[in-house]
């Protein structure tokens, strides 16, 4: 599922495949756009903003506006590159963006959400996110801020609101909880320590983001990958009591029509021992004693 390191990993593959080079095949299979004609512009630049890519084509030769194509991967999009003329080994009505310059061809396949825009809209259609987990200008301070700017909201929800901070998706709050033994269900207030939940999800990003599959365990095979996320009913790997899944809101919801929502955006889990709820703890929470983090 794209989160903001695999959006941040497309997004440097189309840069390296395409910029510099003028566009010899450029479509937009989507009704709005579908006439727009691309040909002849150079590929700036392509770079994402939390789990937004936007790709920056210049003005063509007749003069007319540079262009900012914005992509949103939601749940199943991915972007595909691999030589000019090569047989697609997916349905081509999945296809929603083709690219091709000098013999290499971009695919976006199963986009969420994509558009072309004048360069201010698209810096518009980004600007409501926070700190990029994954961005050069990081702010962790102002990350921590947003995130605990309504206290009784659940961290797991408050993660998830690309307006805190951009990048998380459900894989990453649900490792993120886990590891600093969080229930994603507790207020923003109940958590001790948001600057460390907000620098643990900094360092698993990056860590993933050149990496073929996802691991937030330090171990690379095959279901034991991730700590919770997509563990419901097997056995935690650190204690072995059954993970927990329930659904668990997020984003920023009908306030931002440009992000993307799903009904599976909302699956959080938990391990009941690793991650006990402060809310309901009341005065014991002083005694529990927090999960170890040899692992983080
Ligand atoms: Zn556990």
């Not at 756009?33 to 150079?42: C, H, P, V």
């Not at 506006?65 to 914005?70: A, M, N």
């Amino acid at each position: 599922m794209p989160e903001g390191d695999s959006v941040h990993h497309a997004a440097r593959r189309v840069h390296d495949a395409l910029a510099g080079r003028v566009l010899e095949r450029a479509e937009l299979r989507v009704p709005r756009f579908a006439s727009i004609d691309l040909r002849g512009r150079t590929i700036e630049s392509a770079r994402a903003r939390g789990k937004h890519l936007l790709v920056v084509l210049s003005p063509d030769s007749l003069g007319r506006d540079p262009v900012t194509l914005h992509v949103h991967l939601k749940m199943e999009g991915r972007v595909r590159i691999h030589p000019s003329g090569e047989r697609w080994h997916f349905p081509a009505h999945t296809a929603r963006l083709v690219l091709a310059a000098d013999g290499v061809e971009v695919v976006g396949t199963e986009l969420g959400l994509l558009r072309a825009l004048d360069p201010a809209e698209a810096e518009r259609a980004v600007g409501h996110l926070g700190p990029d987990l994954l961005g050069a200008d990081w702010d962790p301070a102002e990350a921590v801020r947003r995130l605990v700017g309504r206290p009784r909201r659940t961290i797991g929800e408050a993660l998830l609101d690309q307006r805190n901070l951009a990048g998380i998706g459900t894989v990453y709050r649900a490792e993120v909880c886990f590891l600093r033994g969080v229930d994603p269900r507790d207020p923003v207030e109940a958590v001790e320590d948001p600057t460390a939940l907000a620098d643990l999800a900094r360092r698993l990003l990056s860590a993933n983001v050149s990496r073929a599959v996802r691991v937030t365990t330090g171990d690379t095979r095959p279901g034991r990958r991730l700590w919770v996320y997509g563990r419901e009913g097997k056995s935690c790997l650190r204690c072995g009591t059954p993970i927990e899944r329930f659904r668990l809101g997020g984003g920023a919801g009908a306030a931002d029509p440009d992000e993307p929502t799903d009904s599976l955006d909302r699956v959080a889990f938990r391990c009941p021992s690793c991650q006990p709820s402060r809310a309901t703890l009341g005065d014991l929470n002083g005694q529990i004693e927090p999960p170890s983090e040899e692992h983080s």
